[in-house]
């Protein structure tokens, strides 16, 4: 039995996690802006077609704010190049053509903080008044490749079609000629979460089209918050704060929380019931196998990829991550029949942050928010932010 104080607690804890839409307007004008530069005249790859869009947590619409004002707002973008192919150029060869654009483009706005180089990206750090910063993924087509491999595998297959080779430089083929690159797929993941929540989605959008007299096609997904959704950033907050001193970074990653959260979800319509539900089936044998003693949770867009594969190697990983989920088990369920909202504001405080339970603590109980920071009227007038989709010819409606 969960209390309507509880239900309501949690409904206004999610709210006030999340980012408000100026942000995610200055993001999406920033990677926009990006993809506008690659495919501009004098683009030394604008001949190779590419296309800049998001993924990670705005394209899941799940993003929340920094634990403290000295983090940024990380935003994870991908370049891929649809007229090239792996048989073209090395690895090395294709970043080395993304950053030397990346560069350009740095110059030109007078992007004063230098382009950094990752392991597997591109970093464009924005002043620091922006408070954020977009790592960029120069990547290939590689659908169908990938489709062949898993089928040869026979493996699910269903995902396979927006594939990607993306690059590594700590890998030995990095300056090698090969068609053996790492790849991902991160429209696909996309793709399958949205799966997850599609009815709830759907449910919502139609209630702000209704209540502000607009089409349900003209509210762009992003601008509605699923129970998924919220569960998952209130998850994640709770992480980030058990984990706010961890040295050694073995505090559980995001896309695990998204996986296991995405599968244990059952579609329930209240913030509350989807957080309880998704807690006491995370760790279910249907959603981390076991391979003897490794563990296995496989990526929904790629079943070959195992993204609990450094557990083996880094056992403090595994632990941490059982560790944190009864964390979060045993000090949510307090709330759970919990009539004081003093009492709820106490107890969570320290599992959540002071500042963020006093934001929570004042906003009315009862009210939940179907829409990020918005009302409902502005649902059908409003820019879009993020998008996953082709930025090209027009912007993207997703909830990302």
Same mark, same amino acid.
């Given at each position: 039995?969960?209390?309507?104080?509880?239900?309501?607690?949690?409904? /206004?804890?999610?709210?006030?996690?999340?980012?408000?839409?100026?942000?995610?307007? !200055?993001?999406?004008?920033?990677?926009? /802006?990006?993809? #506008?530069?690659?495919?501009?005249?004098?683009?030394?790859?604008?001949?190779? =077609?590419?296309?800049?869009?998001?993924?990670?947590?705005?394209?899941?619409?799940?993003?929340?704010?920094?634990?403290?004002?000295?983090?940024?707002?990380?935003?994870?973008?991908?370049?891929?190049?649809?007229?090239?192919?792996?048989?073209?150029?090395?690895?090395?060869?294709?970043?080395?053509?993304?950053?030397?654009?990346?560069?350009?483009? +740095?110059?030109?706005?007078?992007?004063?903080?230098?382009?950094?180089?990752?392991?597997?990206?591109?970093?464009?750090?924005?002043?620091?008044?922006?408070?954020?910063?977009?790592?960029?993924?120069?990547?290939?087509?590689?659908?169908?490749?990938?489709?062949?491999?898993?089928?040869?595998?026979?493996?699910?297959?269903?995902?396979?079609?927006?594939?990607?080779?993306?690059?590594?430089?700590?890998?030995?083929?990095?300056?090698?000629?090969?068609?053996?690159?790492?790849?991902?797929?991160?429209?696909?993941?996309?793709?399958?979460?949205?799966?997850?929540?599609?009815?709830?989605?759907?449910?919502? !959008?139609?209630?702000?089209?209704?209540?502000?007299?607009?089409?349900?096609?003209?509210?762009? =997904?992003?601008?509605?918050?699923?129970?998924?959704?919220?569960?998952?950033?209130?998850?994640?907050?709770?992480?980030?704060?058990?984990?706010?001193?961890?040295? #050694?970074?073995?505090?559980?990653?995001?896309?695990?929380?998204?996986?296991?959260?995405?599968?244990?979800?059952?579609?329930?319509?209240?913030?509350?019931?989807?957080?309880?539900?998704?807690?006491?089936?995370? =760790?279910?044998?249907?959603?981390? !196998?076991?391979?003897?003693? !490794?563990?296995?949770?496989?990526?929904?867009?790629?079943?070959?990829?195992?993204? &609990? #594969?450094?557990?083996?190697?880094?056992?403090?990983?595994?632990?941490?991550?059982?560790?944190?989920?009864?964390? /979060?088990?045993?000090?949510?369920?307090?709330?759970?029949?919990?009539?004081?909202?003093?009492?709820?504001?106490?107890?969570?405080?320290?599992?959540?942050?002071?500042?963020?339970?006093?934001?929570?603590?004042?906003?009315?109980?009862?009210?939940?928010?179907?829409?990020?920071?918005?009302? /409902?009227?502005?649902?059908?007038?409003?820019?879009?932010?993020?998008?996953?989709?082709? +930025?090209?010819?027009?912007?993207?409606?997703?909830? &990302?």
């Amino acid at each position: 039995m969960i209390t309507d104080l509880a239900r309501d607690y949690l409904e /206004a804890l999610a709210d006030e996690l999340a980012i408000n839409d100026t942000r995610y307007e !200055k993001a999406y004008a920033s990677y926009e /802006a990006v993809g #506008d530069w690659l495919n501009r005249e004098g683009s030394a790859i604008k001949k190779f =077609d590419p296309i800049v869009y998001v993924q990670g947590s705005f394209a899941f619409g799940t993003v929340i704010k920094p634990y403290t004002n000295k983090e940024e707002y990380d935003v994870d973008a991908v370049c891929e190049l649809r007229n090239l192919s792996k048989s073209n150029l090395t690895q090395h060869r294709l970043k080395e053509l993304v950053g030397k654009e990346l560069e350009a483009y +740095r110059l030109k706005y007078g992007i004063d903080k230098p382009l950094d180089e990752g392991r597997r990206c591109w970093t464009l750090n924005y002043a620091d008044e922006a408070q954020f910063h977009m790592d960029i993924v120069p990547s290939l087509s590689n659908g169908q490749s990938v489709k062949l491999l898993l089928e040869q595998r026979s493996l699910d297959s269903h995902w396979a079609n927006t594939a990607i080779a993306i690059t590594d430089n700590e890998i030995e083929s990095y300056n090698v000629l090969t068609e053996d690159w790492p790849r991902s797929n991160p429209k696909g993941y996309r793709d399958w979460f949205k799966s997850r929540l599609e009815v709830q989605l759907a449910q919502r !959008k139609l209630a702000l089209a209704t209540e502000s007299h607009a089409n349900v096609e003209d509210i762009p =997904d992003y601008r509605v918050r699923t129970p998924l959704q919220s569960a998952i950033m209130i998850l994640k907050r709770h992480r980030d704060v058990l984990f706010s001193e961890d040295k #050694d970074h073995k505090s559980p990653i995001s896309i695990i929380i998204t996986t296991l959260a995405g599968h244990a979800y059952n579609g329930e319509e209240k913030v509350a019931d989807a957080l309880f539900s998704i807690l006491s089936r995370m =760790d279910s044998d249907e959603f981390i !196998k076991r391979d003897g003693e !490794k563990f296995v949770i496989l990526n929904p867009s790629d079943p070959s990829e195992n993204f &609990a #594969d450094k557990w083996e190697e880094f056992p403090e990983r595994k632990d941490a991550f059982f560790e944190w989920l009864n964390n /979060a088990r045993d000090e949510f369920e307090v709330i759970k029949v919990e009539r004081n909202k003093s009492a709820i504001t106490e107890k969570l405080s320290p599992k959540i942050g002071d500042e963020l339970a006093k934001l929570v603590d004042k906003r009315t109980s009862g009210t939940s928010s179907l829409m990020r920071g918005s009302s /409902a009227a502005a649902a059908s007038s409003s820019q879009p932010a993020f998008g996953a989709q082709e +930025r090209r010819p027009t912007k993207p409606k997703g909830f &990302a």
